[in-house]
């Protein structure tokens, strides 16, 4: 199915509901789109660093000579990468797969000290402005952006969260998952502190830390892409807990964290195993709830990558132990490899939670999400 | 269908057959025909690429190597590999893809949808 | 026995010596004189100082202080007394038979030479004390120490007692520099698979060479730590599966001695989805990941474990990824988590109570056990 846009793009008069959130797709910056947000004082470090410069991918997806990580069907025909192209994201994720919204989580990689990260998330915010949410590229106004937060620096990423706040298409502050300490030190407290004032959530995506080149477990490196990108959610695991044990959630009684991407499933014992050593040995750090209390009010988990057993029962059943109504929110990763289509992860959940999973639990999370649209003529509707 | 030129070894084409159309292969001379639509989650098979499976080799360095280079086809979404000959995997045969029977008439590529 | 008098055995005793004069016994100089730490040390130690469960303290030994201080008399360390640990298990808390894992922190000391000949010194006070002497001897099983930073001498080590009857598994430390699946390993699990014993990982005492105990550095709370750090095993088994170490041994099983057992499920799953792609990248371990589980991977069921005593689908939960048939009863004696069977989940079916009280460990280990006549 293909379907033929032309510009100039017109936005119908119609009204639609909007049904499917999704809150993980990745834009990227076609070839120096970035450079001209960057400090000046960045722009030709960075340039320099990267020239000559080749791949630096270590743990491979499969075939990725020739699939770059990507679905391979989502590079755009001018030779930049996969999710440069704002026409090409819109019919393949709006118009073809029946997205509604997209929460855009661009991922520009950081530096190499606190101010290069910052000067990262800086570009990153502003071209995101210019280029993803502007009324040209965003006429159809289904994209909503991220505030890109570096928390190697945490009180330049609270500046850089008021700085965007109040913007009406950014919905979010994003920032990468493997920094160290995790994240009930207090040092991350401005950003915290920011972002509840201004009543974003802060979503927390698979990204580089400083401390090891790659992500590295307690015992040691993993070999494979395989295992390793299947261990990952040990790390939103940790954080988890480090967030709940370490009363983050005490002292910013509104925050909402949204981890993405870091699978789901494990919540669910994990819930139990942190009440069992709460029951044993009480409130170690004065928590006034019980841990699984928390997760419940707090913690969000998108749906990508939706893994289930064979049989498909011991899923839905897990589905239910954990409440998964209050915690998921529906994501397709496009335009990653590991891509979940709508109408598919919709049709995997059980019927009363699919419409709080696919969108009503968005629309909470995200305040300043609406709950309808500009119709467009011929778009498939996932649910 | 098509005729035996239009798709030359290591090549194919996909043919209006269905809703989704039918990709005819060409693996060094003996064509297949697959359905243009992948079991997992829906994704345009056929646009995925062709090659071998991988197996042990002790001899080699590194220990694997390609065997049956272009007999498979692999999703361009999550890159599942299904032979094109049979529409299976080893890995588990029940996850399957839909195949039609193909045969050459003179030049022509007959599908049998 | 449990109330309802099926057996019980008790996958999960810890042993340990009576204090650092008692193992500096049963070290050769120059070892004896080195410097190495305690046991017990203060780094995330529990916050209220308990350590260990109440009454599991030995009576008293006598005590040479060093630099000259006078003889004092102090506690001998819980779980270092056979005749203590033998009464308790089997006279008070109807254990049947025990298998005991020596607590130590060679594993993860940096001088490996310093580490093996500790083992050593463990692995004889272990079958000297507890296996071959005392009133219980015959219902104690043994867990053999070996070193992961020298695999040479810990093939040794497996060889000098593989072929004691009391010796039912090799035991090694959860914290290594690499995960298990890698090469460097192999000669260990070919030394346990010819001598026909089970492997046990257990979380080593102490801090030593170990990475942080989380992908994110060390943790601010001990319960967080302590909830954490038995999850650890998944790294590990994901990596032993990806790098085919269940295709190269078919025979070796391998015991997760920290518990955790609730985490196999969603992580399996995960590998399992992610299997289908990624496996062109591992001929060498060919299968869907969760076809290596069974007689390969087995679990303590130990007291962070399992949806909690009332949950009405603990049953269900526990038939998933077949964790009624890997989970073993352990009780973790002395420490301060030490649970019992009046813990488990009421909601297990008669059988599964069966399996993991007794008859999964039987198999496992080969351990006769009197089947009642009611069960
Ligand atoms: S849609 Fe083809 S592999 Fe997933």
């Known amino acids: 199915m293909t379907i033929e846009m032309q510009r100039p793009k017109e936005v119908s008069q119609e009204m639609t509901e909007v049904r499917v959130v999704d809150s993980d797709i990745h834009p990227s910056p076609k070839r120096g789109e970035l450079t001209p947000f960057l400090p000046a004082k960045f722009r030709s470090l960075f340039e320099n660093r990267s020239t000559g410069a080749g791949s630096p991918v270590y743990y491979d997806a499969p075939d990725f000579a020739h699939s770059f990580a990507m679905r391979t069907d989502s590079f755009p025909s001018d030779g930049n990468f996969a999710g440069s192209d704002p026409d090409l994201m819109f019919r393949q994720v709006i118009m073809e797969a029946g997205c509604d919204l997209l929460i855009l989580g661009p991922l520009n990689g950081g530096g190499q000290t606190e101010e290069e990260h910052h000067a990262v998330a800086q570009a990153t915010n502003a071209w995101q402005d210019a280029c993803w949410l502007d009324s040209e590229h965003n006429w159809h106004q289904r994209f909503r952006g991220s505030i890109v937060a570096a928390m190697e620096h945490p009180e330049a990423a609270a500046r850089e969260i008021e700085h965007w706040a109040g913007h009406p298409m950014m919905s979010q502050v994003l920032i990468g998952a493997e920094l160290r300490p995790a994240w009930g030190d207090p040092r991350y407290d401005p950003v915290w502190e920011a972002a509840t004032r201004n009543g974003l959530p802060v979503a927390c995506h698979l990204g580089r830390g400083q401390h090891n080149e790659l992500p590295m477990s307690p015992v040691g490196f993993m070999t494979y892409n395989h295992d390793l990108m299947v261990s990952y959610s040990m790390l939103a695991a940790n954080q988890v807990m480090s967030l709940v044990f370490d009363g983050v959630f005490d002292r910013f009684p509104d925050l909402q964290i949204v981890f993405i991407e870091h699978a789901f499933n494990w919540l669910l014992p994990l819930m139990w195993r942190m009440d069992a050593i709460h029951a044993k040995r009480g409130p170690e750090n004065g928590l006034k709830r019980k841990p699984s209390d928390y997760v419940k009010d707090h913690i969000w988990c998108t749906t990508q990558p939706l893994d289930m057993p064979e049989d498909k029962l011991e899923f839905t059943r897990s589905l239910e132990w954990m409440e998964a109504d209050k915690i998921l929110l529906f994501s397709s990763d496009y335009p990653h490899w590991t891509f979940d289509d709508p109408q598919w992860v919709a049709k995997h959940l059980p019927a009363h939670m699919r419409e709080k999973i696919m969108y009503q639990n968005a629309l909470q999370v995200f305040k300043n999400l609406p709950e309808t649209v500009p119709a467009l003529p011929g778009q498939k509707r996932a649910l | 269908m098509a005729t035996v030129d239009e798709i030359a070894p290591g090549e194919h084409k996909v043919v209006p057959i269905g809703r989704w159309g039918v990709g005819v292969y060409n693996v060094d001379g003996r064509f297949y025909a697959i359905a243009n639509y992948c079991p997992h989650e829906g994704g345009p098979l056929c646009s995925g690429r062709t090659h071998g499976v991988t197996v042990v080799d002790p001899e080699v360095p590194g220990g694997a190597a390609e065997s049956r280079a272009g007999e498979f086809i692999y999703c361009p979404w999550h890159q599942w590999g299904f032979e094109l000959a049979t529409g299976t995997t080893a890995v588990k045969p029940e996850w399957s893809i839909r195949t039609y029977p193909v045969r050459v008439q003179g030049s022509d590529v007959i599908v049998t949808a | ?375």
């Open chain 3, 1 to 375: 026995m449990d109330p309802e008098g099926r057996p019980v055995i008790d996958a999960s005793v810890h042993v340990f010596f009576a204090s650092d004069r008692d193992l500096r016994g049963y070290l050769n100089e120059p070892f004896k004189s080195r410097g190495y730490p305690d046991v017990d040390v203060a780094w995330f130690a529990p916050p209220d100082g308990v350590r260990y469960a109440p009454g599991t303290q030995t009576d008293v030994v006598i005590e040479q202080q060093a630099f000259g201080q006078p003889v004092q008399r102090v506690p001998g360390h819980p779980g270092s007394d056979p005749e203590l640990v033998g009464r308790q298990l089997f006279e008070e808390r109807g254990v049947d038979v025990a298998v005991l894992h020596p607590m130590s922190n060679a594993g993860i000391l940096p001088d490996w030479h310093l580490g093996t000949a500790i083992f050593a010194g463990y692995n004889r006070m272990l079958v000297e004390r507890w296996l071959d002497s005392g009133t219980y001897a015959d219902r104690f099983r043994g867990t053999i120490r070996v070193n992961p930073n020298d695999i040479d001498g810990a093939v040794r080590e497996i060889n000098r007692y593989k072929d004691h009857p009391r010796v039912v598994q090799i035991g090694l430390p959860m914290q290594t520099q690499h995960p298990y699946g890698r090469p460097y390993f192999r000669p260990l699990w070919r030394a346990a698979v010819e001598a026909g014993l089970p492997v046990a990982v257990h979380i080593e005492m102490g801090v030593g060479i170990t990475h942080p105990p989380t992908p994110s550095g060390i943790t601010r709370t001990f319960s967080h730590l302590a909830a954490y750090q038995p999850m650890t095993f998944v790294w590990h088994l994901l990596n032993m599966i990806a790098e085919g170490v269940f295709e190269e041994f078919p025979e070796l099983k391998i015991v997760w001695a920290d518990g955790a057992a609730d985490m196999l499920t969603p992580f399996i799953w995960r590998m399992d989805s992610f299997g289908r792609p990624h496996l062109e990248q591992t001929p060498w371990a060919p299968k869907i990941p969760s076809a290596y589980l069974a007689d390969h991977v087995y679990f303590v069921h130990g007291a962070l474990d399992g949806p909690g005593a009332d949950a009405e689908f603990a049953d269900d939960w526990l038939r998933m990824t077949g964790k009624e048939d890997s989970s073993m009863f352990g009780s973790s004696y002395p420490d301060w988590q030490m649970h019992s069977p009046d813990d488990l989940p009421r909601a297990w079916t008669p059988e599964q109570r069966e399996k993991v009280l007794w008859r999964t460990a039987a198999r496992l280990y080969g351990i006769d056990i009197p089947v009642p006549a009611s069960a």
